[in-house]
C-alpha cells in the first residue's frame, strides 16, 4: 500500500494527500490514487464545464461497496485558497437559507476534492457572475431507461429528440451518464429563466411521448416506466444538478459520464448487444479517447443560442 500521507505541489497549492492506496472500487482494484491522478489528467477538458459552476460532490469514504452521501457546503477545513459562493439555496422555501458552494475552478480544487473520495461532481444549468446565480446557459434533458430497457433504447430516444433541436435550429450534444442512461445538452444565450427551459424541454418529451408511447415516457411515475425510456426534463429547474461531464461514477467499475460523437449513439441505437452493452466507458477509456479526439463537447462552450 502507498504511504498513508504524502505532500504535494499543484499548480503552488500545497496539498496533504492520503490513503492513496486505499481501495475505493473492490470490483476492479481502483485506489483513491488512480482516482486522482484521473481528475488530473482529465482536467483540461473537466474545467471548461465546471467554471463558475456551485459543485456538488457526492462521497465515497470508505468506496462504493459502502455509503455515501450528497455534499453542497464547503466541508470543514476547506483551504482558504479555494473559491466559494454563497447562494440562496435554489430549492429553499426561506430566502435566508443560503449554501456555502465549491467552486471547482483549478487543478488544486478538483484533486483536493478527489482526495476527500468526491467521485461524482453534479453541476447546475447555470452559473454565478458577480456572485449572483445567472439564468441557464443550458438546457439538458436526462434519459432514464427503465429496466429492461438500457443504454440502447436511450439512444433511440436521443436520435428522435436530436432531429426535433435540429428542426428548431439547436445544435444538441449527447454524453453517457456513466451509469444506465445518457443526458443530450443545448447551450443556451441566458435570455430564458429556468421554467421557460423546463417548460420547452416538457412540451418535446410530451410531443415524443405521444408519437412513441410503446418506447418514451415523460411522466415521473416510476411505476409506468418499465420498458421505457423516460425523458427528465426537469433537470432543469434550479434546484436540480446534472452530473458532469467526465465526471467519475460511484458504480461497482469506475465508469465515467462520457461525451459522445452522433455515429457513435447511431451506432449503439442498432445495438443488439445482450450483455456488454455499448457505450460504457471508464478512466482508462476516456483518457484514450481524449488523446484521440479531443473534447467532443468543447464547441458547446462556444455557443449560445434563443430558445425558440
Not at 486505499?22 to 486522482?36: C, D, F, H
Not at 430497457?149 to 449527447?174: K, R
Not at 410531443?207 to 421505457?228: F, N, T, V, W
Not at 479526439?293 to 449560445?304: E, H, I, N, S
Request: proline share 8%.
Amino acid at each position: 500500500m502507498a504511504a498513508s500521507k504524502v505532500t504535494v505541489d499543484v499548480e503552488g497549492r500545497t496539498l496533504a494527500l492520503s490513503n492513496l492506496g486505499k481501495v475505493l472500487y473492490p470490483e476492479t482494484g481502483t485506489t483513491k490514487g488512480e482516482v486522482i491522478q484521473y481528475y488530473t489528467h482529465i482536467a483540461p477538458v473537466l474545467l471548461p464545464h465546471l467554471a463558475d459552476r456551485p459543485v456538488t460532490r457526492k462521497r465515497w469514504p470508505n468506496g462504493v461497496a459502502e455509503d455515501s452521501f450528497f455534499e453542497k457546503n464547503a466541508p470543514r477545513g476547506t483551504p482558504s485558497w479555494v473559491r466559494t459562493a454563497e447562494l440562496p439555496s435554489p430549492g429553499s422555501t426561506k430566502d435566508r437559507d443560503t449554501v456555502v458552494y465549491v467552486m471547482a475552478d483549478d487543478l488544486a480544487t478538483l484533486v483536493w476534492l478527489a482526495n476527500l473520495a468526491v467521485l461524482e461532481i453534479h453541476v447546475p444549468q447555470w452559473t454565478v457572475a458577480d456572485g449572483v446565480a445567472t439564468n441557464p446557459d443550458r438546457l439538458v434533458v436526462d434519459l432514464d431507461p427503465g429496466e429492461p430497457a438500457n443504454i440502447i433504447q436511450c439512444c433511440q430516444v436521443a436520435l428522435l429528440l436530436g432531429e426535433l433541436f435540429d428542426e428548431a435550429g439547436l445544435p444538441s450534444y449527447p454524453k453517457t451518464s456513466g451509469s444506465k442512461g445518457m443526458q443530450m445538452y443545448v447551450p443556451l444565450d441566458r435570455g430564458v429563466t429556468d421554467d421557460d427551459v423546463s417548460a420547452y424541454a416538457r412540451g418535446l418529451a410530451q410531443q415524443l411521448e405521444r408519437d412513441h408511447p410503446k418506447l418514451i415516457i415523460s411522466r415521473m411515475e416510476r411505476a409506468a416506466r418499465g420498458g421505457k425510456v423516460f425523458i427528465d426534463w426537469s433537470q432543469n429547474n434550479a434546484a436540480k444538478t446534472t452530473v458532469a461531464p467526465y465526471s467519475v461514477r460511484g458504480r461497482s467499475a469506475p465508469t465515467v459520464s462520457t461525451p459522445v460523437t452522433w455515429d457513435e449513439v447511431e451506432k449503439a441505437a442498432r445495438s443488439t448487444a445482450k450483455t456488454r452493452l455499448p457505450l460504457q466507458f471508464d478512466i482508462d477509456d476516456v483518457l484514450g479517447r481524449i488523446d484521440d479526439d479531443g473534447d467532443l463537447l468543447a464547441p458547446m462552450l462556444d455557443q449560445a443560442h434563443p430558445l425558440p
